[in-house]
């Protein structure tokens, strides 16, 4: 089986730091782009961070920007989402994704594998 896999999630408190993190499982994702999305309920699925496969180019969604920082680490597989500062508005489920093809960070359609989802909880 080839997928990912998410740990780190929780609840915290309003400006607290958490740190979500993703290795892929069955195969290697080293030369992907690896990104983070999140959803909450009764919308869609919306894009957080995302990272190319040499760790060079980093593109995040405005509500992030100065708080969440994605870096990874190739000899692990694995992607990490540094967040600082958290708001009640960060409160939602969060989804590591992987695609294979060329830089494309905020497309859904591009990302051909997907976690199980972690659960954030911002609590004010």
């Known amino acids: 089986q080839v997928h990912l896999i998410e740990s780190g999630g929780g609840l915290v408190q309003v400006g607290a730091s958490l740190n979500l993190s993703c290795a892929g499982s069955?195969?290697?994702?080293?030369?992907?782009?690896l990104g983070w999305f999140r959803q909450t309920p009764g919308k869609e699925r919306e894009f957080v961070a995302a990272?190319?496969?040499?760790?060079?180019?980093?593109y995040y969604a405005d509500s992030v920007k100065g708080r969440f920082t994605i870096s990874r680490d190739t000899s692990k597989d694995t992607v990490i989402l540094h967040m600082n500062n958290l708001k009640p508005a960060d409160t939602a489920v969060y989804y590591c994704a992987a695609n294979p093809g060329p830089w494309e960070p905020m497309t859904r359609a591009a990302y051909d594998y997907w976690g199980q989802g972690a659960q954030v909880t911002v609590s004010s």
């Open positions: 990272i190319n496969w040499a760790g060079r180019n980093t």
């Open positions: 069955g195969r290697s994702f080293k030369s992907y782009t």
